[in-house]
T-cell receptor, first 114, second 113 residues
Framework: QQQVKQSPQSLIVQKGGISIINCAYE??????FPWYQQFPGKGPALLIA?????SEKKEGRFTISFNKSAKQFSLHIMDSQPGDSATYFC?????????????FGKGTKLSVIP | DTAVSQTPKYLVTQMGNDKSIKCEQN?????MYWYKQDSKKFLKIMFS???????INETVPNRFSPKSPDKAHLNLHINSLELGDSAVYFC????????????FGPGTRLTVL
């Protein structure tokens, strides 16, 4: 049973546009939601994360929006750049998840075209 | 100054062989993980380990075993390799008992022929 559902599977955005990736979770115990960015041939790296006590977190061009009642969260990339082209993973965990194991979504391959 | 390193980067082997992948972190972290990333890029936790407990994902075959000689190392041993074991394996580490960032290694691409 997949506990974190991510969409879309792939996304093509024009340079300067807004990229939006959505995730939905099932386990109401989750209380930490990070996003990881992975470039080809590299390991994932933390991009931005949010706790459910806030509805939005912004870091530069990257924003997480969180809707606790709907059990959904999303990543917005403003002014998307070709250098943002990568695979993005949402994830979730909670303190009872045994060493804070992350449950990942299936990933979204973002391509930003000039 | 590599934070999490893995060796080898590529591993090609025959079915039935036994192989190991090594992981080292120089961050002073106390929890380490192994993930499997399949051909569709799906990342799945295999193990998490700190000096107090080993947590094994229930779907991981017992042919896979983590071995930690010390806090900085968590190696992955795989016995009787199968075609379905072909994937990229990532080691990661994290500090402390709260919600801290997991740092991932560069990955090891395992190909079983």
């Amino acid at each position: 049973q997949q506990q974190v559902k991510q969409s879309p599977q792939s996304l093509i955005v024009q340079k300067g546009g807004i990229s939006i990736i959505n995730c939905a979770y099932e386990n109401t115990a989750f209380d930490y939601f990070p996003w990881y960015q992975q470039f080809p041939g590299k390991g994932p790296a933390l991009l931005i994360a949010i706790r459910p006590d806030v509805s939005e977190k912004k870091e530069g061009r990257f924003t997480i929006s969180f809707n606790k009642s709907a059990k959904q969260f999303s990543l917005h990339i403003m002014d998307s750049q070709p250098g943002d082209s990568a695979t993005y993973f949402c994830a979730a965990t909670y303190s009872g998840a045994g060493s804070y194991q992350l449950t990942f979504g299936k990933g979204t391959k973002l391509s930003v075209i000039p | 100054d590599t934070a999490v390193s893995q060796t080898p980067k590529y591993l090609v082997t025959q079915m039935g062989n036994d192989k190991s992948i090594k992981c080292e972190q120089n961050l002073g972290h106390d929890t380490m993980y192994w993930y499997k990333q399949d051909s569709k890029k799906f990342l799945k936790i295999m193990f998490s380990y700190n000096n107090k407990e080993l947590i094994i994902n229930e779907t991981v075959p017992n042919r896979f075993s983590p071995k930690s000689p010390d806090k900085a190392h968590l190696n992955l041993h795989i016995n009787s390799l199968e075609l379905g074991d072909s994937a990229v394996y990532f080691c990661a580490s994290r500090k402390g008992l709260i919600y801290n960032e997991q740092f991932f290694g560069p990955g090891t691409r395992l190909t079983v022929l």
